[in-house]
């Protein structure tokens, strides 16, 4: 059955540094990944997209990147901000454009920033 | 910008008792998707609507059933309500066919939290 896990329930680091989250899938084959952030009791932000025929993505003090061949994810937050604090999700679509699209999600990393 | 909408943003109801949830996507947007999320879980997808039309099927029990109307709002109706169906609800949308690379985005809205007594 399709699986996908991010490297950790939880994860701890002190402002200032970069933080790394790792999504990891197995039987599947996305043409596109997505993370998103989620605070507790909202709604799923999108940040960034991914497509399979791509390697890295950025978007100011975010980047991705995406190695089909690991099935594996990796989101990066560089000069991390306390605000920066939230779950983060990450979500396999099945294809490109159209009226498909629903999203296989991950459990998510919380990600916590100490001042 | 205009964002995702969602009525009611919470609801009470008891077992046996019907629900009907509300989602009004992103003006232009013609696709839908409902997520149901439990407490510590990942948003599970549960039925997608394009165009009006039911286009991909998840883990919605058979006791819901969802449509989208001519405006493209969309409801989820519930039925026969269980102790377990208590979660956050979210909707998503987006764009189907923009052609512009960004019709996979889907943006959420902030969920109706239904508790079921």
């Known amino acids: 059955s399709q699986k996908i896990e991010q490297n950790s329930e939880a994860l701890n680091i002190q402002e200032g540094k970069t933080a790394t989250l790792t999504c990891n899938y197995t039987?599947?084959?996305?043409?596109?990944l997505q993370w998103y952030r989620q605070d507790p009791g909202r709604g799923p932000v999108f940040l960034l997209l991914i497509r399979e025929n791509e390697k890295e993505k950025r978007k100011e003090r975010l980047k991705v990147t995406f190695d089909t061949t690991l099935k594996q994810s990796l989101f990066h937050i560089t000069a991390s901000q306390p605000a920066d604090s939230a779950t983060y999700l990450c979500a396999l679509g099945a294809s490109y454009g159209g009226s498909q699209g629903n999203l296989i999600f991950g459990k998510g990393t919380k990600l916590s920033v100490k001042p | 910008a205009a964002g995702v909408i969602q009525s009611p943003r919470h609801l009470i109801k008891e077992k046996r008792e019907t629900a009907t949830l509300k989602c009004y996507p992103i003006?232009?947007?013609?696709?839908v998707y409902w997520y149901q999320q439990g407490p510590g879980q990942d948003p599970q997808f549960l039925i997608s609507f394009y165009e009006k039309m039911q286009s991909d099927k998840g883990s919605i029990p058979d006791r819901f059933s969802a449509q989208q109307f001519s405006d493209y709002h969309s409801e989820l109706n519930m039925s026969s309500l269980e102790l377990g169906d208590s979660a956050l609800y979210f909707c998503?949308?987006?764009?189907?066919?923009?052609?512009?690379?960004?019709?996979?985005?889907?943006?959420f809205g902030p969920g109706t939290r239904l508790l079921v007594l």
């Open positions: 998503a949308s987006s764009l189907g066919r923009s052609g512009t690379g960004t019709e996979e985005t889907q943006y």
């Open positions: 003006p232009r947007h013609d696709t």
């Open positions: 039987n599947y084959s996305p043409a596109y």
